[in-house]
Every structure is written in C-alpha cells, then in structure tokens.
C-alpha cells in the first residue's frame, strides 16, 4: 500500500460502522501478536486537557532521555500526528508497511465472521506496533473519547492512569449525568498501577476514588489550588507548586496551569517506578512542551488566537482566558463546531464577549454543522453574525474586519483549525514574498 491507498482504506473502513465492546481490538491485536504487551504505558483520559498533559509528560521524559511513545487524537496538521516517537511522527513508509499488516489481519477476521474493526482500532494497534519496533522506554497514551470501552483500554502495562478534567461531552455514547461519564473514564485504571488524578469535584471525585479502592490503586491528587505565584502570559507562564519554584510553560490560557500542575504528579510518580527525570530536564521539558491550537498565538497586529474549545467545559475555560488576557479588547470569533455537539452552550457561554462573529463548517467532516445553520443559532443572542462560505473568506473577512489593536478568535471543532493556521500562516508570507 502506498500512502494514498491507506488514506483511501480508512476512509472506507470509516463507513462500515462500528461494534461497541473491546472484542474487535482485542482479537487484531492478538492476531498481530499482542505488541501493546511489550509496552509500559501513561494512559490519559478525561474530557479537555489529555493532549496538553500528555505534552508535558512526554516533552519531560524525552528531555529526561527516554524513548517516549505518543499517540494522540485527534490530529490537526497531518494524519501521521496520532503516532509519535520522541515527537517525529511516524514516517509514511512505515506507516504504509504495518497498515498493509494490519489489513491482511482484518481481512482475515471479516472472512471468519468476526465485524472488521473501526479506523481507531486500526490506527490504535498500528501504534502499538510502531512502538514496539521501535523499542520505546514508555507510551504516553490518550483515548479517544472514553475510557471503558476505549480501544486503547486493551493495555494492561499501566504505570499510571491519569484522569484529567471531566464535564459533559459525548453523553450519547458515555452518559447523561457527570458520574456516568467518570465512571467511563475511570475505567483505564488497572491493578498495580498509580492513579493520578486533577482535583475537581466531588461527584467526580468520589467516582475515581471508589475505582482506586477497588482496584487497590494508590491516588495522588493534583490540586490546582495549591500552585502559587502565578504568572499568566501569552507566551510564557510560571508558577511555584510543590517544592519547585517559577515552573515555565509555553502554552497560553489559564486553564494551563491545572494541566501543568496535573503533568508534575504524573512525572513524580513516575520518578518513584524508576522513570526519574532530573529538576533541570524536568524543567526543561516543562517549557518546551508544545500543543497546537489549545489557545494558540498564530498572529499579532491583531492578535489571532486559536483554540480547540469544542464542548461547555472548553468554552467556559475559553471565555476565561479571553477575559483575562484581552479584558478591554475587542474581539472577533471565527467560529464552527459539529453538529453532535452542545453548541448552544458553547455560544451561550462566549458570545457576549465578541464584537462580531463569523460562522464556518469544517470541510470535507461529515459531523461539521452548516455555517449558516450555526449563524442562525448565534443570532438567536448575538446580532452581528456573518455565515462564511469557505475558511479562506471567513479570515479574509476576520482580517479586514480587525483593526491592529483588536483580536481575532478562531475556535470550535480541532478539525478545521489546521487547515486555518496554514491559511493565516500563507497570508503572512504573502508581503514579504513580494518584497
């Protein structure tokens, strides 16, 4: 297969549907051997903050000089991101070489009956492979939107089973009620592994707890709260927690700071099952850590934000750091979020900050909602909204709307902020070019 046809196997693989349970990932990868067994794992779930954590984490371990794993969702520049090593993502031969293994096996299980697994349990296995190859010390691992029933949830090497924050996403599928949703979540945790966990509240709490008990798991807990001096920036933020004085990040908004501080737990349990890394490494890892399109600077002169705020959590957290960084500013949206989505919330809770707003649909995503359909739902509470009919219009539109003192805010689905960053990324090329 060359690059082309694996792009073309998932798509097609992607309309076959899917069959819930564990059964169809658990019988490819023992087809392929069971590579995830060859592997120690980070494994990450929660509804916002698990690509942010597992930055952090595994910019440390790479800096502590470890061969560090990573596999992440969704992607936003390139198919490749989901499947990492020491952050080089994983080259399309190879890519190319172990997908054409993988449909061998699938072809097999579809000719004895067996369903023929999703795209994610595709790709899931594929990384584990690619990762065993390439002998990593450890995988940092994200699920995709559980926790339970979750592809990844077949490993059973858990060093630790970090739960992020939890708010009310995906409820078709996970729950109705904060709990539901906590008890899937918590559900990666396993026996002899370390459960570390962000404080927040207590239903929640009391969920992930009750599971750690269960399973004779120790809890550490990441308390926000307990980080001082806190330094917010735009492009860089410090803060004292624990022991450790003036801890840096690079990534903006508030939110970053929880994240940050729930990565330090993580990276101190580790350092107690022999993964140690030293404060000077550690340190600098923290600092590198990078994860675009999570409150994004992609431009200034009017500053232009990026940030993938895709359910009511993000969105409060977004309209957070709006507040913070650019109180007094005016600010424009470019907005588009999918249709399964809360997206009523969403504009509920960020519209009175903008000065205008234009709508997007993602293209090429089936999931995507109408621009105009989404432009007729924020004019229910905000009057100033202009429905885009493609993304270069809609920043076309942005740019000439903005003056150099004001900010343009692009948010919504991660899956078309990609393509949105090259956009505004060819349109600030362009003046020099001519020079």
């Given at each position: 297969?060359?690059?082309?046809?694996?792009?073309?196997?998932?798509?097609?693989?992607?309309?076959?549907?899917?069959?819930?349970?564990?059964?169809?990932?658990?019988?490819?990868?023992?087809?392929?051997?069971?590579?995830?067994?060859?592997?120690?794992?980070?494994?990450?779930?929660?509804?916002?903050?698990?690509?942010?954590?597992?930055?952090?984490?595994?910019?440390?371990?790479?800096?502590?000089?470890?061969?560090?794993?990573?596999?992440?969702?969704?992607?936003?520049?390139?198919?490749?991101?989901?499947?990492?090593?020491?952050?080089?993502?994983?080259?399309?031969?190879?890519?190319?070489?172990?997908?054409?293994?993988?449909?061998?096996?699938?072809?097999?299980?579809?000719?004895?009956?067996?369903?023929?697994?999703?795209?994610?349990?595709?790709?899931?296995?594929?990384?584990?492979?690619?990762?065993?190859?390439?002998?990593?010390?450890?995988?940092?691992?994200?699920?995709?939107?559980?926790?339970?029933?979750?592809?990844?949830?077949?490993?059973?090497?858990?060093?630790?089973?970090?739960?992020?924050?939890?708010?009310?996403?995906?409820?078709?599928?996970?729950?109705?009620?904060?709990?539901?949703?906590?008890?899937?979540?918590?559900?990666?945790?396993?026996?002899?592994?370390?459960?570390?966990?962000?404080?927040?509240?207590?239903?929640?709490?009391?969920?992930?707890?009750?599971?750690?008990?269960?399973?004779?798991?120790?809890?550490?807990?990441?308390?926000?709260?307990?980080?001082?001096?806190?330094?917010?920036?735009?492009?860089?933020?410090?803060?004292?927690?624990?022991?450790?004085?003036g801890v840096e990040i690079s990534l903006a908004g508030q939110y970053q700071i929880a994240n940050a501080v729930l990565a330090l737990e993580v990276l101190q349990a580790l350092g107690g099952m022999g993964f140690g890394v030293s404060e000077r490494m550690l340190r600098r890892g923290m600092a590198e850590a990078s994860w675009p399109g999570r409150f994004t600077v992609i431009g200034k002169r009017p500053w232009f934000i990026v940030d993938g705020a895709h359910n009511e959590d993000g969105a409060r957290r977004l309209a957070q750091s709006l507040e913070y960084y650019f109180k007094g500013k005016r600010i424009l949206y470019i907005m588009g979020v999918f249709a399964d989505k809360e997206y009523d919330k969403i504009i509920a809770l960020t519209h009175s900050l903008a000065d205008q707003i234009i709508t997007v649909v993602a293209p090429g995503n089936p999931r995507a909602l109408p621009a105009y359909e989404l432009a007729q739902e924020v004019a229910k509470v905000h009057p100033q909204v202009t429905a885009a009919d493609s993304l270069e219009e809609a920043v076309e539109m942005g740019c000439l709307l903005a003056g150099k003192e004001d900010v343009i805010v692009a948010f919504g689905s991660l899956s078309f902020l990609g393509s949105l960053m090259e956009i505004v990324a060819q349109r600030q090329m362009k003046p020099r070019e001519r020079g």
């Open positions: 297969m060359n690059y082309k046809e694996v792009m073309e196997y998932v798509e097609q693989v992607g309309r076959l549907g899917m069959v819930p349970g564990l059964d169809s990932i658990r019988e490819l990868c023992r087809r392929l051997g069971d590579p995830q067994k060859a592997l120690k794992f980070v494994h990450v779930a929660g509804t916002n903050g698990k690509g942010s954590v597992s930055a952090y984490v595994a910019s440390a371990l790479k800096c502590g000089g470890y061969k560090v794993g990573r596999y992440i969702s969704p992607t936003i520049f390139d198919y490749r991101e989901r499947i990492q090593v020491n952050g080089c993502l994983i080259t399309k031969t190879a890519l190319c070489r172990l997908m054409e293994r993988i449909k061998e096996v699938c072809d097999g299980m579809v000719a004895v009956g067996l369903p023929h697994p999703t795209p994610f349990e595709l790709e899931t296995a594929l990384g584990f492979l690619y990762f065993q190859e390439k002998k990593c010390d450890v995988v940092v691992l994200e699920t995709g939107m559980g926790g339970l029933m979750d592809a990844t949830n077949v490993v059973e090497n858990t060093l630790t089973a970090v739960i992020t924050s939890i708010s009310m996403d995906h409820m078709k599928f996970l729950g109705a009620t904060l709990k539901e949703i906590a008890a899937q979540k918590a559900g990666i945790i396993k026996k002899g592994c370390t459960v570390v966990a962000l404080g927040q509240c207590r239903e929640v709490m009391e969920v992930i707890r009750a599971q750690a008990v269960e399973l004779g798991c120790p809890l550490m807990v990441a308390e926000e709260s307990k980080a001082g001096n806190l330094r917010y920036g735009l492009e860089r933020q410090r803060f004292d927690y624990g022991g450790m004085k």
